[in-house]
């Protein structure tokens, strides 16, 4: 029996989180798509996780997308394992909300990062790639359109003509192109990038993480208040996390550090 195709390994704070069908380009087939739902599931609610990180094995993608070939079967109605907004969203015990994964998401990328990929990618809170990676909405090309969020997500990624350059023609772009167009923070050689991760990770798990978390959360809500809203939540939020025993003790650190300098 082979490995499972969603891996999950768990080290000082941070969940390595690795699509493992590299015969299929890691593209995403129900079994998987439960699979990551579950790994996003523990690093929403796991205490012991601060960070989560996604990555694909092999060398020749991140993630093709939905797997195209479990989806054409008779009887399918749509992409295998959900959408990654499905995917992305943990569903409590009371079922009268949605939760989404509250602690940062790192998507490491390498090869292929397509349709549901990308899409995956775009739903991550930081992106690195390596100079090989491509970046692609295929979904016109095949008779459909992105249904996990890409388009929403890219248009808020990148420059609107840029994001409606890739939805409408479907074309790939490079590293470089990525890169300057914000897609991706940094490109690093493919050998250096689940180091580059797990080093971005352990930065951030280093941190407060109720501080992390609500500075994640005041830039997901804040994208799409007034200024002024925006101001107030982060103020609110900021009360909040001031009352932690973290940020009580942040203070009275540095100030020791500063004396004993």
Not at 219 to 244: E, K
């Amino acid at each position: 029996m082979g490995e499972a195709p969603v891996l999950v390994d768990v080290r000082d704070g941070v969940a390595l989180i690795t699509l493992n069908r590299p015969q299929s380009l890691n593209a995403m087939n129900a079994e998987s798509g439960a699979l990551l739902r579950s790994a996003l599931s523990r690093v929403h609610t796991d205490g012991a996780i601060r960070v989560g990180i996604i990555t694909g094995a092999g060398d020749r993608a991140f993630s093709a997308g939905a797997d195209l070939k479990e989806w054409a079967r008779p009887g399918t109605a749509g992409p295998a394992g959900g959408t990654v907004d499905e995917i992305l969203t943990v569903e409590p015990s009371d079922e009268t909300s949605t939760i989404r994964v509250a602690k940062p998401l790192i998507a490491a990328i390498g090869g292929y990062c397509l349709g549901g990929g990308l899409e995956l990618a775009l739903a991550c809170d930081i992106r690195i790639a390596t100079p090989d990676a491509s970046f692609a909405l295929p979904e016109v090309r095949h008779g459909f359109i992105p249904g996990g969020g890409g388009v929403p997500r890219l248009l808020r990624s990148i420059p609107r003509s840029a994001a409606m350059e890739m939805i409408l023609t479907g074309d790939r772009c490079d590293a470089e192109t990525a890169l300057r167009w914000g897609i991706v923070s940094r490109i690093v050689p493919r050998e250096q990038l689940l180091d580059a991760a797990l080093a971005l990770a352990g930065r951030i798990a280093a941190n407060a993480p109720s501080a992390v978390r609500a500075a994640k959360e005041l830039s997901r809500v804040s994208a799409d208040l007034p200024l002024d809203d925006a101001l107030r939540f982060g103020g609110v939020l900021r009360w909040v996390v001031g009352q932690t025993p973290e940020a009580r003790e942040g203070p009275r650190a540095f100030a020791r550090d500063r004396a004993g300098e």
